[in-house]
């Protein structure tokens, strides 16, 4: 028995052996891509478009496809007939699905928005009108799909598809100084939308929001470029405490080409508006500067009245949400972490409660849509546990719920316009994306795609299997994830090196297939280090209480339990507790960093990537959700900020930034470059010209970074000449 048990564990070790390790080229040539579906957009009936392109002819097309046999029934347009167009980047349809919005040379500013050249093309004539000879942004058909609305130099025009003549609507749009119809910086990046004007759904009216961020402060970046001399990038940033742009509501009517204020109380914030299914009333979020006091209001267009519909309060903030829906009586759909958990609710068109839809300690994490003939609502939510996502349906008085998808693990729903079916795409930590085909009753049709040829690859390599596990220390329980070497034996030691990025309502440990960052992981694995993972206070999907617990001390509480969560590892008789280290990005980064400097007895190294080193750095509207202005709350600003105890610094720290950062700017990692020069303490240092945050764009800009980390991680954490198998003394 003896000698089949050494013979066993012999071939093992050659069947490893003889497998490869991850390499960095890899990760990032492209060798491990996940093959995905285009993004669909669902059609009217049970049909369904993707964007294709074709290889043969080089030419774009938008195909139109049956949910019910996922066959194509018919291609709408083809880049190869247009004149003058030889593909396309985006497409998108007017309401009853003749025409298309067509764009090319897509041109990016910030995060989600970008410039590009926009045509109309009907389907039935097969015809193609430029909308303006200009770049524009956020071209939108009118609902009667006879003119179009697109923003330009900060004004907002309409375009008659008819009589081919353009409207200018607002006229005082300027560079850094007012916006019309679009979003300033910190609108687009923290509440995430660009386009801020709506037609009216009998296309009467455009409701718009003007910015005038005149006295907004100014941030400016030198960018580097190729010429001789640089240039530099100029735009409106509303750092922490200062003042914001004047946002104010206004509603074009077409046939008198009047614009109109709409006055709507006291408020810092217009972070939505949308008509509702009555074509004169319009509906608009604000919020209080501290983002804890929602008002929802509904506008009579006709004469321009306001009404306090909903009004939710909280003793610290209140997430922005997209799950506003309106029914056919004007009744609307809201979810609300008001009892503790996000649930959906459904009010009455005055704004009263009828009930609450969704129950119990668990959170909805996406609606989707309702069937208004069934009164069956779809959604998505955390209640297979608080790492995986499933679909569920449920009745519109809150029975009759239903799980629609059966495997554990992330599953995420494209619904058919009426609900009639949805494809669902689903993945977990040991099985790459599969997209599947289902019935609006959860019953799975056909399997659509799956990385089958991936996994085949995968098994030449060695990867290890990622462990979920739950972390306690004396301040909570909290989900983590393990990667062990590869040849793991318990028996010997190995450096740990730690990953999260542990921001407010964010999740790092959660049950889906690999990104880029899981194969780095899986590299370290190969030379010899163990990984772990682990969501602290404030991460999101366990209710508001633990994800608010941070509020007003951003940070603290999340670098302590990262420092405890290294000690309670460290007891474990395979982890080396003098070799641990921890990387992170943005607010990771200034985690990392904090743990370095706070935890410089149990962190040995530390890289930060992009990060916040002080939160008077950050912009408004994310920083004062969690900590309120500066000048109410010095301490929970500069109290956790490392540029004051830089001083504390013992172990190896890599610090990297993209030059470019619009987001997070180049500024902090600048000023904690300073403070850590002043406390003679040494440190590396990469800037990466002109990057932005994602420090992505250039040649082999990601593959360089990568290297340089690994080669950071390979010089100063474990013993290298044992290979990190020292066994414990």
Not at 142 to 158: E, L, Q, R
Not at 596 to 607: E, H, P
Request: hydrophobic share 35%.
């Amino acid at each position: 028995m003896k000698k089949l048990l050494i013979l066993i564990i012999a071939i093992t070790s050659i069947a490893t052996a003889q497998k490869k390790n991850v390499t960095l080229e890899e990760i990032w040539n492209g060798t491990f891509r996940t093959e995905r579906m285009n993004s669909l957009n669902s059609m009217n009936g049970n049909f369904y478009t993707l964007q294709n392109f074709n290889r043969e002819t080089k030419s774009t097309t938008v195909d139109k496809y049956s949910y019910a046999t996922l066959e194509k029934v018919k291609t709408l347009v083809d880049s190869k007939n247009l004149h003058g167009l030889k593909y396309f980047e985006s497409y998108s349809f007017n309401n009853n699905e003749t025409k298309l919005i067509l764009g090319v040379a897509t041109e990016p500013i910030y995060r989600r928005s970008s410039l590009g050249v926009f045509y109309v093309y009907d389907i039935a004539s097969k015809t193609l009108q430029q909308i303006d000879e200009d770049k524009i942004q956020e071209p939108t058909f009118s609902p009667d799909s006879k003119k179009v609305a697109y923003g330009k130099n900060n004004n907002i025009f309409i375009k008659n598809l008819e009589t081919n003549t353009v409207t200018q609507i607002t006229f005082d749009g300027k560079k850094n100084n007012i916006i019309n119809g679009i979003c300033d910086w910190v609108y687009e990046e923290e509440f995430g939308f660009v386009k801020a004007f709506e037609w009216s759904g009998d296309s009467k009216n455009i409701a718009f929001l003007r910015f005038d961020e005149s006295k907004v402060p100014t941030y400016s970046m030198d960018i580097v470029g190729k010429d001789l001399y640089p240039t530099q990038q100029v735009f409106k940033y509303p750092k922490a405490g200062e003042k914001n742009a004047v946002v104010t509501l206004h509603i074009y009517t077409i046939n008198s080409a009047k614009t109109s204020k709409i006055n709507i109380g006291e408020y810092e914030y217009i972070p939505r508006i949308k008509w509702t299914n009555n074509a004169t009333t319009l509906s608009a979020i604000t919020l209080n500067r501290h983002q804890n006091n929602l008002n929802l209001y509904f506008i009579n267009a006709s004469n321009f009245s306001t009404k306090i519909v909903l009004n939710e309060t909280n003793n610290t903030y209140i997430d922005i949400h997209d799950n506003l829906t309106f029914l056919k009586d004007n009744s609307f759909i809201w979810t609300s972490e008001k009892d503790g958990f996000n649930h959906i609710y459904h009010y009455s068109k005055n704004g009263e409660l009828i009930n609450q839809v969704t129950k119990g300690n668990w959170e909805v994490t996406n609606f989707y849509t309702i069937n208004e003939k069934t009164k069956t609502l779809y959604y998505q939510s955390v209640e297979d546990g608080s790492i995986n996502r499933t679909i569920y349906s449920i009745k519109l008085n809150g029975k009759g719920k239903k799980r629609l998808t059966n495997a554990s693990g992330t599953n995420s729903a494209s619904f058919s316009k009426n609900s009639a079916y949805f494809i669902n795409t689903f993945s977990d930590a040991n099985t790459p994306t599969i997209y599947t085909l289902h019935n609006g009753k959860g019953k799975q049709l056909k399997e659509i795609l799956n990385n089958k040829k991936l996994s085949e690859k995968l098994e030449s390599y060695n990867l290890v299997k990622k462990e979920f596990f739950i972390l306690k220390t004396a301040n909570g329980e909290f989900n983590a994830w393990m990667l062990k070497p590869t040849n793991f034996d318990s028996s010997k030691e190995y450096p740990l090196f730690m990953t999260q990025y542990s921001g407010p309502g964010s999740q790092s440990v959660s049950n889906r297939w690999n990104g880029a960052n899981d194969y780095w992981y899986q590299h370290l694995a190969n030379l010899g280090y163990i990984i772990v993972c682990v969501d602290g206070r404030g991460t999101g999907f366990k209710g508001a209480d633990f994800k608010k617990s941070t509020y007003l001390n951003l940070v603290k509480y999340e670098t302590i339990d990262q420092i405890d969560a290294a000690k309670e590892l460290a007891k474990l008789n395979y982890i080396d507790a003098t070799e641990i280290g921890i990387w992170g990005w943005s607010f990771g980064g200034h985690m990392s960093t904090n743990c370095l400097l706070k935890g410089n007895d149990v962190f040995k190294m530390a890289i930060a990537v992009a990060p916040v080193t002080s939160w008077r750095f950050y912009d408004t509207i994310y920083t004062e959700r969690f900590l309120q202005t500066p000048q109410e709350n010095p301490t929970g600003y500069d109290d956790n900020s490392p540029i004051n105890y830089a001083d504390k610094l013992k172990g190896k720290f890599l610090l990297v930034h993209g030059s470019g950062d619009d987001n997070v700017h180049v500024q902090n990692t600048m000023r904690l470059t300073n403070a850590l020069i002043e406390a003679n303490k040494p440190f590396d240092l990469a800037i990466y010209p002109d990057r932005t945050h994602g420090i992505y764009r250039g040649k082999n800009t990601r593959l360089h970074l990568y290297n340089k980390m690994t080669s950071f991680i390979k010089q100063n954490l474990g013993d290298k000449s044992t290979h990190f198998e020292l066994k414990k003394q």
